[in-house]
C-alpha cells in the first residue's frame, strides 16, 4: 500500500522559509517522477515543481529561484525547501507520485502572513 505523509507546514512571515517533507512507504520516491503542488484559497491546484528518478528539477515560473526540491533516498523522502516566502504561497501543499496509480499525500498547510 502506497502511502504519502507531507509534514512541515505551518505560518511564517514574508521573506521566511520552511522546509516541507514528504515520506514515502510502500513505493520508493525514486521510482518515478515526484511532484509537489499546492492549492491556494479559492484556487485550483497547480503544479509547483517535479523532480525525476535521475534527480533533474523543474519548477513553476512563480516559484523558480526560490523553491528547492531535493531527495533523500535513505529517508525515502522527497523536500521541498521553500524561501523568500510570499503571501501569495499561501495554500496547501500536496506530494504527488504516479507509478500504476495517482498517489497523493493528505496535504499540509502553509501559510504566510505578517
Known amino acids: 500500500q502506497v502511502q504519502l505523509v507531507e509534514s512541515g507546514g505551518g505560518l511564517v512571515q514574508p521573506g521566511g522559509s520552511l522546509r516541507l517533507s514528504c515520506a514515502a512507504s510502500g513505493i520508493m520516491v525514486s521510482i518515478s517522477v515526484m511532484g509537489w503542488y499546492r492549492q491556494g484559497p479559492g484556487k485550483e491546484r497547480e503544479l509547483v515543481g517535479t523532480?525525476?528518478?535521475?534527480?533533474?528539477?523543474n519548477y513553476a515560473d512563480s516559484v523558480k529561484g526560490r523553491f528547492t526540491i531535493s531527495r533523500d533516498n535513505a529517508k525515502n523522502t522527497v523536500y521541498l525547501q521553500m524561501n523568500s516566502l510570499k503571501p501569495e504561497d499561501t495554500a496547501v501543499y500536496y506530494c504527488?507520485?504516479?507509478?500504476?496509480?495517482?498517489?497523493w499525500g493528505q496535504g499540509t498547510q502553509v501559510t504566510v502572513s505578517s
Open positions: 504527488n507520485i504516479f507509478w500504476g496509480s495517482n498517489y
Open positions: 523532480i525525476t528518478s535521475g534527480g533533474s528539477t
